[in-house]
């Protein structure tokens, strides 16, 4: 059984930075397309940020785009999210998973920012 574990999260201030940290248990990311997702209380989960196999694509939503940068290390089955000038709106948990997803959700990680 895969398991996903997001770290990183916290709360910052608006216009702060954070970066998430999300490790497989599993050789998984080398042939997926990898995922951040968040979701807000109320609100259905969103994809936030995706990058392919070999790092060369990547896709964001305009909510985040220029702010949030996706990267991973094959080598140490770890996918990054770096947050910049983040907002309230931007305060969710976050989650890593394949696109589509296909394992289990881990517990996410809680990023609140404060205005």
């Known amino acids: 059984q895969v398991q996903l574990v997001e770290s990183g999260g916290g709360l910052v201030q608006a216009g702060g930075s954070l970066r998430l940290s999300c490790a497989a248990s599993?050789?998984?990311?080398?042939?997926?397309?990898m995922g951040w997702y968040r979701q807000a209380p109320g609100n259905q989960r969103e994809l936030v940020a995706t990058?392919?196999?070999?790092?060369?694509?990547?896709y964001y939503p305009d909510s985040v785009k220029g702010r949030f940068t996706i990267s991973r290390d094959n080598a140490k089955n770890t996918v990054y999210l770096q947050m910049n000038s983040l907002k309230p709106e931007d305060t969710a948990v976050y989650y890593c998973?394949?696109?589509?997803?296909?394992?289990?959700w881990g517990q996410g990680t809680q990023v609140t920012v404060s205005s």
């Open positions: 990058i392919d196999g070999s790092a060369r694509t990547n």
């Open positions: 998973n394949t696109l589509p997803s296909y394992y289990p």
């Open positions: 599993a050789r998984i990311f080398s042939i997926n397309i």
